[in-house]
Nanobody
Framework: VQLQASGGGLVQPGGSLRLSCAAS????????MGWFRQVSGNRRVLVAG???????NYADSVKGRFTISRDNAKSTMYLQMISLKPEDTAVYYC????????WGQGTLVTVSS
């Protein structure tokens, strides 16, 4: 399975974006998937995770602002982001949490006025 993130862009502080993660195959058998982000020069950090049963967890920095969801029938995962802050600026990736699949191309989110 290959995973491809999309939906990034430039948004003002306080704005919203919805990221999508399209899988090349069935994701229903992947228990835990997640959204990661990477700021230039730093390692990728998990910001939101979701199990096949729909249980979610979030990094403290995004809790209450980001919502992760998945649609197994469409082999797609989403990340709804609201109240965006400049510190949310990063390249966002989707992947299986552990162990990760080969990383796809991320999508850049820039939060700036």
């Amino acid at each position: 399975v290959q995973l491809q993130a999309s939906g990034g862009g430039l948004v003002q502080p306080g704005g919203s974006l919805r990221l999508s993660c399209a899988a090349s195959g069935d994701i229903s058998g992947i228990n835990r998937m997640g959204w990661f982000r990477q700021v230039s020069g730093n390692r990728r950090v998990l910001v939101a995770g979701i199990t096949s049963g729909g249980s979610t967890n979030y990094a403290d920095s995004v809790k209450g602002r980001f919502t992760i969801s998945r649609d197994n029938a469409k082999s797609t995962m989403y990340l709804q982001m609201i109240s965006l802050k400049p510190e949310d600026t990063a390249v966002y990736y989707c992947n299986r949490v552990a162990p990760p699949l080969p990383w796809g191309q991320g999508t850049l989110v820039t939060v700036s006025s």
